[in-house]
């Protein structure tokens, strides 16, 4: 099999409606993660070129905030035309630097779509509400109104949805929007830019940004930008959410998980196995969402041999092999990351029933390949258990009720996404009710949102109060101003008065 790509050369900043070539001196490159080859190089970008996203954001906004709302949505409609007229190129374009299969790509950019088709509904979202007479004679009502320049730092892994996230929302609200993608797969979110400008979006409205920890600092700092979203790690998301606060800019951190997924003894055994398999090695496991500890209750723990063939049957490959079941690691370093933690895993104790650190796909000797891993013996101290792996590797554990699951899941500090496999309607309500972690699935292994509610992570998987896309979203894109009014035809009272209640 080969797999086909396309060399993009050197990119350019998306600045003001169009392509910005950069002057920096600094480069990245991107690369194809089958075989290392070089598919483009990203500038990062300078102090003035970050300044000059900002700015021309910022005058940007100033005359789209007067753009009414049913015009703004009307883009979003276009956009939404529009990304499903390129839906296969974007998915193309994606899995060229992601390594993920087509049609995985493609779900990666349908995800997205999903949220501009939120984004279309913008009118009736941002009203506000109203009361007459909240005292003698005296109306109240309140305005949703954008922000001024929000930004969005995005991580390698869902480079068409999670941007799509936040600027289509950021943008329908009247905001500008500076968005600096992940250095490792820039080519994606460089085409959403460019159809976002062909929908009717003004030059401005949104810039893109390349680089790293530099040019996200300028961002954070800078005092024109009012809102950060951010999707990483979560180191990298601590510190951006401490920046952004400490320069009183309002914050949304979304990073890291640890997805359990229970299996109760009365679970329907083949689709418990075959949902494991998907979510557990699904995209290299390189989702925040992906299942990475399967825990069985009491006799499921049978089933776990059986788990081994399947995964056992399960082979990655290149994005355009339609037999691939996913693709490789993103580069080189995660690959031996994830090798190093599942050797660490051996060395802990925990029993290594598939071990995918000796992966081969023929052609493909240099790819950063690792194969499906299943562990079992696995114990809440083991750093495989501890750490996020980020890649196709599944651990094991055993307990003997539904109260000790609840209770290993609780304590894990992160609270991202699970889910239950049950035919009990009594334990799927207490494992609802009961479980800290905010994307609960019952009978399905990626409890990833709709768009009309939001994206709901916990505990140590999230930094901030108001969440992604969704009304949540909206409410973290604008500010809302109250009036109390009073008019008089008759009867004007006289005299000050001295308390804080209205007459
Ligand atoms: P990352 O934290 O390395 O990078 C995310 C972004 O931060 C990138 O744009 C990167 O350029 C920038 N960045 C990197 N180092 C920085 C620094 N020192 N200072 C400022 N900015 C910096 O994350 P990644 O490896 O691209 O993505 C994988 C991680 O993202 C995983 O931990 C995964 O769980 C998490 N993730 C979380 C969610 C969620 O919704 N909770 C969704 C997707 C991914």
């Given at each position: 099999?080969?797999?086909?790509?396309?060399?993009?050369?050197?990119?350019?900043?998306?600045?003001?409606?169009?392509?910005?070539?950069?002057?920096?001196?600094?480069?990245?490159?991107?690369?194809?993660?089958?075989?290392?080859?070089?598919?483009?190089?990203?500038?990062?970008?300078?102090?003035?070129?970050?300044?000059?996203?900002?700015?021309t954001?910022?005058?940007?906004y100033?005359?789209?905030?007067?753009?009414?709302?049913?015009?703004?949505?009307?883009?979003?409609?276009?956009?939404?035309?529009?990304?499903?007229?390129?839906?296969?190129?974007?998915?193309?374009?994606?899995?060229?630097?992601?390594?993920?299969?087509?049609?995985?790509?493609?779900?990666?950019?349908?995800?997205?779509?999903?949220?501009?088709?939120?984004?279309?509904?913008?009118?009736?979202?941002?009203?506000?509400?109203?009361?007459?007479?909240?005292?003698?004679?005296?109306?109240?009502?309140?305005?949703?109104?954008?922000?001024?320049?929000?930004?969005?730092?995005?991580?390698?892994?869902?480079?068409?949805?999670?941007?799509?996230?936040?600027?289509?929302?950021?943008?329908?609200?009247?905001?500008?929007?500076?968005?600096?993608?992940?250095?490792?797969?820039?080519?994606?979110?460089?085409?959403?830019?460019?159809?976002?400008?062909e929908?009717?979006?003004?030059?401005?409205?949104?810039?893109?940004?390349?680089?790293?920890?530099?040019?996200?600092?300028?961002?954070?700092i800078?005092?024109?930008?009012?809102?950060?979203?951010?999707?990483?790690?979560?180191?990298?998301?601590?510190?951006?959410?401490?920046?952004?606060?400490?320069?009183?800019?309002?914050?949304?951190?979304?990073?890291?998980?640890?997805?359990?997924?229970?299996?109760?003894?009365?679970?329907?055994?083949?689709q418990?196995?075959?949902?494991?398999?998907?979510?557990?090695?699904?995209?290299?496991?390189?989702?925040?969402?992906?299942?990475?500890?399967?825990?069985?209750?009491?006799?499921?723990?049978?089933?776990?041999?059986?788990?081994?063939?399947?995964?056992?049957?399960?082979?990655?490959?290149?994005?355009?092999d339609?037999?691939?079941?996913?693709?490789p690691?993103?580069?080189?370093?995660?690959?031996?990351?994830?090798?190093?933690?599942?050797?660490?895993?051996?060395?802990?104790?925990?029993?290594?029933?598939?071990?995918?650190?000796?992966?081969?796909?023929?052609?493909?000797?240099?790819?950063?390949?690792?194969?499906?891993?299943?562990?079992?013996?696995?114990?809440?101290?083991?750093?495989?258990?501890?750490?996020e792996?980020?890649?196709?590797?599944?651990?094991?554990?055993?307990?003997?009720?539904l109260?000790?699951?609840?209770?290993?899941?609780?304590?894990?500090?992160?609270?991202?996404?699970?889910?239950?496999?049950?035919?009990?309607?009594?334990?799927?309500?207490?494992?609802?009710?009961?479980?800290?972690?905010?994307?609960?699935?019952?009978?399905?292994?990626?409890?990833?949102?709709?768009?009309?509610?939001?994206?709901?992570?916990?505990?140590?998987?999230?930094?901030?109060?108001?969440?992604?896309?969704?009304?949540q979203?909206?409410?973290?894109?604008?500010?809302?101003?109250?009036?109390?009014?009073?008019?008089?035809?008759?009867?004007?009272?006289?005299?000050?008065?001295m308390?804080?209640?209205?007459?």
């Amino acid at each position: 099999m080969t797999s086909h790509v396309t060399l993009y050369g050197d990119l350019p900043l998306y600045i003001n409606g169009g392509p910005h070539a950069s002057t920096t001196e600094q480069w990245i490159e991107v690369t194809n993660p089958a075989d290392q080859s070089l598919l483009a190089r990203a500038p990062k970008a300078t102090a003035e070129e970050v300044e000059l996203a900002v700015r021309t954001a910022h005058d940007a906004y100033l005359l789209w905030r007067e753009v009414p709302a049913p015009e703004r949505a009307r883009v979003m409609f276009n956009y939404q035309h529009l990304l499903k007229v390129h839906h296969d190129e974007l998915a193309t374009l994606l899995a060229q630097e992601t390594g993920k299969n087509f049609a995985d790509a493609k779900g990666d950019v349908w995800r997205g779509i999903e949220v501009v088709e939120q984004a279309c509904g913008i009118a009736s979202q941002t009203m506000g509400e109203t009361m007459g007479n909240v005292a003698r004679r005296v109306d109240g009502h309140s305005w949703v109104q954008p922000l001024g320049v929000c930004v969005g730092i995005t991580p390698f892994n869902f480079p068409a949805m999670i941007p799509l996230w936040m600027f289509p929302l950021a943008v329908a609200c009247g905001n500008g929007f500076v968005l600096k993608p992940s250095e490792q797969d820039p080519l994606t979110p460089m085409r959403l830019a460019e159809l976002f400008t062909e929908a009717g979006a003004p030059a401005g409205i949104l810039s893109v940004i390349h680089g790293g920890a530099e040019q996200v600092d300028a961002i954070l700092i800078h005092p024109d930008v009012k809102a950060v979203s951010f999707v990483g790690s979560a180191r990298v998301g601590a510190h951006v959410y401490r920046t952004a606060t400490e320069n009183l800019k309002r914050a949304q951190c979304f990073v890291g998980a640890k997805n359990h997924m229970v299996i109760m003894p009365d679970a329907n055994k083949g689709q418990v196995l075959s949902n494991l398999v998907g979510a557990g090695v699904g995209a290299a496991g390189q989702r925040c969402m992906a299942i990475s500890v399967a825990v069985f209750v009491g006799s499921a723990r049978d089933w776990i041999p059986e788990l081994a063939e399947a995964f056992a049957a399960v082979r990655p490959g290149v994005w355009d092999d339609p037999q691939a079941a996913y693709g490789p690691l993103i580069s080189p370093e995660a690959r031996v990351r994830v090798e190093n933690l599942i050797e660490a895993g051996k060395q802990e104790g925990a029993e290594c029933l598939l071990d995918g650190t000796l992966c081969e796909v023929a052609g493909y000797p240099v790819g950063n390949w690792v194969g499906p891993t299943l562990f079992r013996g696995v114990t809440a101290q083991m750093g495989l258990y501890r750490q996020e792996i980020f890649g196709p590797v599944l651990c094991c554990m055993e307990v003997d009720s539904l109260d000790e699951a609840l209770a290993l899941i609780n304590s894990n500090p992160y609270g991202n996404g699970t889910s239950i496999f049950t035919s009990c309607g009594a334990a799927a309500r207490t494992f609802r009710h009961e479980v800290a972690v905010g994307q609960v699935g019952i009978n399905v292994p990626i409890p990833v949102p709709l768009p009309f509610f939001s994206f709901t992570g916990w505990r140590g998987s999230f930094y901030g109060d108001l969440h992604a896309y969704g009304k949540q979203a909206v409410r973290f894109y604008t500010e809302t101003k109250t009036v109390t009014e009073r008019w008089f035809d008759e009867d004007i009272p006289t005299g000050p008065n001295m308390t804080i209640s209205l007459r």
